[in-house]
């Protein structure tokens, strides 16, 4: 495969959040090359992951599912590019070129103190530490910059729960003793937007002897499991801040059994009052019926 490429130096001028945020993004920029796209035809379609144009617009960050515990993925594949990410949360995003690059670019981190890398490569993991702006940096030969993409992070302010039986925004579970309920959360930020990246999560409940969680206490997804009538609460917490769903426990047989009672009652009730009519024919209207009787006769 024959490619047809020509090399200029372009004079790119960075943004002023750019310049602040990464102050040796200027001098990095300036070494950035303007390469002509493959003079080829273009190979098997990319696999399905959520992507994000660069600000260059030489190629797409893709974003990478790290872990099961990501609001944003379902079986490790993201559904579309994040808004917002999750302080603590980890990602992963790896860069395609649009344009001829010599080598494949690996993401880097505009600012290491506030989005923080923890492996580097071909697909780079990140975590941000505090809320903020930074840069994905997509670099070849270590300060050749091909493109970048600014993205935001915030702090978890609030939880939205859903259930295995497709409840959602949950304020209340209603389980039997016994039963086995799966709860799910995802993170919510400041405009009630769900946060991208994987937490770990930390559950636990009020009053054990009413329910307990009955599952890996770390994860997005929970089993809680009804152990007596009451009412208690399912915590959780993957951010800085602890959410709750309110759990009650109630015996379901006994409240049919209750209401059957109540029928039955009422029925009894019904045929006793008959009954309490005829006796009441019988020994008060006794006259009544007597003279009645009698002058029919």
Partial sequence: MTRVRKRTIAEIHESEAMVDTHPRMAGRL???????????????????????????????????????????????????????????????????PSVDVVAVPAVESSAPSLLEPTSSGGVSEFRFIRPGTAGLIAVINGDEIVDYLHITAERVLSYDFSDDRGGTALTEVVIEPGELRTITVEPRGEQGQILAGTLEYAWSTDEAEVARVASQTTARSVQVQGVAPGTTRLLVEGGEVIGSVQVTVTQLDATTSSSTTGVESTGASSDASTGGDSGTDTDTDTDTDTDTDGGAR
Avoid: I, K, W
């Fill in 30 to 96: 300036r070494l950035a090359l303007l390469l002509a796209p493959l003079a080829c035809d273009p190979g098997p379609a990319a696999q399905s992951v959520p992507t994000m144009s660069g600000e260059l617009q030489r190629g797409e960050f893709e974003y990478r599912c790290a872990g099961s515990n990501d609001a944003f993925c379902q079986d490790f594949v993201a559904q579309r590019f994040p808004q917002r990410f999750a302080v603590g949360g980890f990602f992963e995003v790896a860069f395609n």
